[in-house]
């Protein structure tokens, strides 16, 4: 099992077994049952620290769609960063935290006039305009006699980055932003100076997610800087966007060398505005492995074996949308050989409930142990489900040998919470 996709306190003790912030996997485990997700308490406030080091105070903010709970809101606040929340339910579990709206910026595309009203009420640090519509609702807004919010303009920049289809937003074809080349984010920035209802303090751009080539990132730095050097605003946002090995061999660029090379390129092209950036899957990503128990082992001569564990695409769904990989290791003997080659799936009514399509695996894996995958720290709870009226998993914060439930595990009772009759 490759050791780097472990979180940063992860050890190997002789026997092969796993801790993580100093308490074996296999003992949380026993005490909070599987599926459980683990996260490492010091990687997720390293990653806080390098990305607030790399960009400058106030300059790094953490995208809360990777990963969002009370105590996560908290801990990136805590550690310097401000928040990027993407919907009013992001907002409100932000606020709630006692994060300031000060501290957040409103993203998202389509939102609605709600989410605005209460963006502007609050006074969040500036929101994000996706599309016209958006600001036709800030304008109506201000005739209601609310306060004048601080906008930054979503920019479309023209660059494809290399990613799947489903996370690429910077290429034309996209729901996100108003375009460039077309003219409409020119207009856009003609608008909202006119406007009486907006501040324009900036400009930004997303080029997706899970990007590895900092080439992509430097070329829509680049086209970003031609645009926003002439309109000299205060604020250029780069967005999120870099990528983080899931799998032995892969190789991203770190929160530091990211840093580098956006603010090099920035800063060769004359841009002398704030330069911000939103990351969330390299804040949190490899912060978090899930521990599973295995519940079958389904040998079909000629065809190939199926390992079936206690959670599935409701607590990671990736696989299933994106075509990502994972590993798989055994918390108790992660030394041991992974020679074992089967298909890992969950206990979800369909076929494409697959968490690893071909899986190394720890030899001898039978019913009753436990497997972990590592690296499903960000988009994994924040995208579970409650498919098939699965529980959502627990999720626990570790650190100097100390666990702390963070997100208790639902109930059956909390399946029926919204039911009305
Ligand atoms: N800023 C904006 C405007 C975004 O749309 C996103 C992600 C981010 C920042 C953070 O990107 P990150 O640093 O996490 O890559 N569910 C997909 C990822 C969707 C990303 C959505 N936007 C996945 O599991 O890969």
Same mark, same amino acid.
């Given at each position: 099992?490759?050791?780097?996709?472990?979180? %940063?306190?992860?050890?190997?003790?002789? %026997?092969? !077994? *796993?801790?993580?912030?100093?308490?074996?996997?296999? #003992?949380?485990?026993?005490?909070?049952?599987?599926?459980?997700?683990?996260?490492?308490?010091?990687?997720?406030?390293?990653?806080?620290?390098?990305?607030?080091?790399?960009?400058?105070?106030?300059?790094?903010?953490?995208?809360?769609?990777?990963?969002?709970?009370?105590?996560?809101?908290?801990?990136?606040?805590? #550690?310097?960063?401000?928040? %990027?929340?993407?919907?009013?339910?992001?907002? &409100?579990?932000?606020?709630?935290?006692?994060?300031?709206?000060?501290?957040?910026?409103?993203?998202?595309?389509?939102?609605?006039?709600? #989410?605005?009203?209460?963006?502007?009420?609050? =006074?969040?640090?500036?929101?994000?305009?996706?599309?016209?519509?958006?600001?036709?609702?800030?304008?109506?807004?201000?005739? $209601?006699?609310?306060?004048?919010?601080?906008? *930054?303009?979503?920019?479309?920049?023209?660059?494809?980055?290399?990613?799947? $289809?489903?996370?690429?937003?910077?290429?034309?074809?996209?729901?996100?932003? &108003?375009?460039?080349?077309?003219?409409?984010?020119?207009?856009?920035?003609?608008?909202?100076?006119?406007?009486?209802?907006?501040?324009?303090?900036?400009?930004?751009?997303?080029?997706?997610?899970?990007? &590895?080539?900092?080439? !992509?990132?430097?070329?829509?730095?680049?086209?970003?800087?031609?645009?926003?050097?002439?309109?000299?605003?205060?604020?250029?946002?780069?967005?999120?966007?870099?990528?983080?090995?899931?799998?032995? @061999?892969?190789?991203?660029?770190?929160?530091?060398?990211?840093?580098?090379?956006?603010? $090099?390129?920035?800063?060769?092209?004359?841009?002398? !505005?704030?330069?911000?950036? #939103?990351?969330?899957?390299?804040?949190?990503?490899?912060?978090?492995?899930?521990?599973?128990?295995?519940?079958?082992?389904?040998?079909?001569?000629?065809?190939?074996?199926?390992?079936?564990? %206690?959670?599935?695409?409701?607590?990671?769904?990736?696989?299933?949308?994106?075509? !990502?990989?994972?590993?798989?290791?055994?918390?108790?003997?992660?030394?041991?050989?992974?020679?074992?080659? @089967?298909?890992?799936?969950?206990? =979800?009514?369909?076929?494409?409930?697959?968490?690893?399509?071909?899986?190394?695996?720890?030899?001898?894996?039978?019913?009753?142990?436990?497997?972990?995958?590592?690296?499903?720290?960000?988009?994994?709870?924040?995208?579970?489900?409650?498919?098939?009226?699965?529980?959502?998993?627990? *999720?626990?914060?570790?650190?100097?040998?100390?666990?702390?439930?963070?997100?208790?595990?639902?109930?059956?009772?909390?399946?029926?919470?919204?039911?009305?009759?």
């Amino acid at each position: 099992m490759p050791l780097n996709l472990l979180p %940063d306190t992860a050890t190997v003790a002789d %026997d092969g !077994s *796993v801790q993580i912030g100093g308490l074996a996997l296999a #003992e949380l485990a026993a005490t909070y049952g599987t599926p459980l997700f683990v996260y490492d308490e010091q990687h997720l406030r390293n990653r806080c620290r390098e990305a607030v080091d790399a960009f400058g105070h106030q300059n790094a903010v953490y995208a809360t769609k990777a990963f969002l709970c009370t105590a996560m809101a908290r801990l990136a606040y805590e #550690e310097g960063m401000l928040l %990027d929340v993407a919907s009013g339910g992001e907002m &409100f579990v932000a606020l709630r935290a006692g994060v300031p709206a000060d501290a957040l910026t409103l993203h998202g595309n389509n939102k609605s006039i709600d #989410e605005l009203r209460t963006a502007v009420t609050e =006074h969040v640090r500036y929101i994000v305009v996706d599309c016209a519509e958006e600001l036709d609702r800030l304008e109506q807004l201000h005739r $209601e006699g609310l306060p004048v919010p601080k906008v *930054v303009l979503r920019i479309t920049p023209g660059v494809h980055a290399h990613t799947h $289809e489903y996370i690429a937003t910077g290429q034309d074809d996209s729901k996100f932003g &108003f375009n460039l080349a077309n003219g409409a984010a020119a207009a856009a920035v003609d608008r909202c100076r006119r406007s009486p209802a907006v501040e324009l303090v900036g400009l930004h751009s997303h080029i997706g997610s899970n990007v &590895f080539a900092v080439d !992509s990132f430097a070329r829509a730095a680049e086209v970003m800087a031609h645009f926003a050097v002439p309109l000299d605003l205060p604020e250029l946002v780069l967005g999120g966007g870099l990528g983080v090995p899931y799998v032995g @061999g892969e190789e991203a660029p770190t929160l530091t060398e990211w840093g580098r090379v956006l603010l $090099e390129q920035c800063r060769s092209l004359g841009v002398t !505005s704030r330069i911000s950036v #939103e990351p969330g899957r390299s804040i949190v990503g490899a912060a978090a492995v899930t521990v599973y128990t295995v519940g079958s082992v389904k040998h079909i001569p000629g065809v190939r074996t199926y390992v079936a564990v %206690d959670g599935g695409m409701s607590d990671n769904p990736r696989p299933v949308l994106y075509g !990502s990989g994972y590993e798989a290791f055994s918390p108790t003997r992660a030394t041991a050989g992974r020679d074992f080659r @089967g298909r890992l799936v969950g206990k =979800h009514c369909e076929s494409g409930d697959v968490l690893i399509f071909d899986a190394a695996l720890p030899n001898d894996l039978q019913a009753g142990d436990l497997l972990a995958t590592p690296v499903t720290g960000a988009y994994g709870y924040s995208m579970a489900s409650n498919y098939n009226k699965l529980t959502r998993p627990p *999720v626990v914060f570790v650190r100097d040998g100390a666990a702390r439930l963070v997100v208790r595990r639902e109930t059956y009772e909390d399946l029926v919470r919204c039911d009305v009759d």
